[in-house]
Every structure is written in C-alpha cells, then in structure tokens.
C-alpha cells in the first residue's frame, strides 16, 4: 500500500507565503506524475499543479506566477511553493501521486488534505 500524507497548511492573511509538503510511503518504487489539487467549501477538487516524471510542470491559471510545483524523488516529497495568496485561495489542499507499474497504467494515490486559510 502506499500512503500519502499533506501537511504545511495554515492561516495566512493575503499577500502572505506558505510551502505544503506531500510526503509518501509504502510500496512505490517509482513515482509517476504528481500533482496537488485544491477543494472550496461547496466546491469541486480542482487542478492547481502537476509535475511529470520528466520534470514538465502544468499549472492553473490562477496560480501562474505565484505558486512553484517541485519534488524531490529520492526522498519521496512533493512540495508546493504558494506566494502572494489571495482569499480565492482557500481550501483543502490534496496531493496525488502516481504510482509507475510495469505494464499497468499508473496508479493514483491521495492524501487526506491540507487546510489552508487565506483572510485578512
């Protein structure tokens, strides 16, 4: 099994910073693509960034130039870099992560989600 687990989520007024952390473990010998998603009260879970394998990041449009996609591989981290935040901002913050099989489509893995606050 592998788990998957969010932390780094806070209360921050806006125009403030803060770095979310996704961190995995359990049997994953290769990671795939991975991607943090955001969920508003009343809303749907949606894209917010991914970073492939190949190191090619994708990011919403809200949050170009703000917010930095990285991971670190041998140590199992995917982290998300967010600046200049603005109430729009707020939500649940979920990673996913993918898991390489060989022969198998990737398998997708989520963590419980990470609160974060942005209001003045």
């Known amino acids: 099994q592998v788990q998957v687990v969010e932390s780094g989520g806070g209360s921050v007024q806006p125009g403030g910073s803060l770095t979310l952390s996704c961190t995995v473990s359990?049997?994953?010998?290769?990671?795939?693509?991975t991607g943090w998603y955001r969920q508003a009260p009343g809303g749907q879970r949606v894209l917010v960034a991914t970073?492939?394998?190949?190191?090619?990041?994708v990011y919403a449009d809200s949050a170009k130039g703000r917010f930095t996609i990285s991971r670190e591989d041998a140590k199992r981290m995917v982290y998300l870099q967010m600046t200049d935040l603005r109430p729009d901002d707020t939500g649940v913050y979920y990673c996913?992560?993918?898991?390489?099989?060989?022969?198998?489509?990737?398998?997708?893995?989520w963590g419980q989600g990470t609160q974060v606050t942005v209001s003045s």
């Open positions: 996913k992560v993918g898991k390489i099989q060989l022969g198998r489509p990737q398998q997708d893995y």
């Open positions: 359990g049997n994953i010998a290769r990671i795939g693509s």
């Open positions: 970073r492939s394998s190949g190191g090619a990041s």
